[in-house]
């Protein structure tokens, strides 16, 4: 198994710019999470997924992010404009779906917003 | 290729040495705990889970003990090795199917 695959893996973009990132969860997972990793917050949970319906988004910073989830084996994360803030990496997991079953990391993308 | 920040306490510890990573929990309602390592530029990797109804789980030289009591966790690496350089989080989750909670994290750093 590939594991959970993100792209890209680095993304430098100027302020205002709309930022995509991807996400190809293990296949036969039924849940994906997008979390948010910076040195001030750690590892933040943005927004989940159970069987492709947004559970929670409590967790998405504003307006501009927005997350979609059109099949089993793909997510986007769209910043849209993006800012210098949104500056981190962004990391993509999957799970089974059970109850308490380990979350599965991709390697993350590197935002960097100019 | 960072990925986590300067001000995590950190462990060092000698090559052979055993580690002792330790978390505190938040809610005492929290059922089941995972303990991840995350290298340089990578996402973090499962290391080994308990539940709630144990207090010790052993894998491959790694040692996980839950104390409900106080709401401790702790990670124990047997004969650490420089591989096991990395940034340690605990993880707790309550409610059944929801998202893991995060800790802060703890950087071990191995002295060959």
């Known amino acids: 198994d590939a594991g959970v695959i993100q792209s890209p893996r680095h993304e430098v973009t100027e302020m205002g710019q709309e930022v995509t990132l991807r996400c190809k969860p293990i296949s036969g997972h039924n849940s994906l999470f997008w979390y948010r990793q910076t040195m001030m917050r750690g590892l933040e949970l943005l927004i989940y997924?159970?069987?492709?319906?947004?559970?929670?988004d409590s967790g998405m910073p504003e307006d501009r992010f927005s997350a979609k989830m059109p099949n089993a084996s793909f997510s986007t994360l769209k910043i849209q404009p993006s800012e210098p803030r949104d500056s981190a990496v962004y990391f993509c997991?999957?799970?089974?779906?059970?109850?308490?079953?380990?979350?599965?990391f991709g390697n993350g993308t590197r935002l960097t917003v100019t | 290729g960072e990925s986590v920040g300067l001000h995590l306490p950190t462990l060092s510890v000698q090559e052979g040495d055993n580690s002792i990573i330790n978390c505190a929990y938040s809610?005492?309602?929290?059922?089941?705990f995972i303990w991840y390592k995350q290298e340089s530029g990578k996402g973090p990797q499962f290391i080994i889970d308990i539940r709630s109804n144990m207090d010790k789980r052993q894998g491959q030289r790694v040692t996980v003990l839950l104390n409900k009591t106080v709401k401790h966790l702790s990670l124990q690496i047997a004969a650490t090795q420089p591989g096991d350089s990395a940034v340690y989080f605990c993880a707790e989750n309550f409610s059944g199917n929801t998202p893991l909670v995060f800790g802060k994290g703890t950087r071990l750093s191995v002295i060959a």
């Open positions: 997991a999957s799970s089974p779906g059970q109850v308490n079953s380990p979350l599965h």
């Open positions: 809610n005492s309602a929290s059922d089941y």
């Open positions: 997924f159970n069987n492709n319906v947004p559970i929670d």
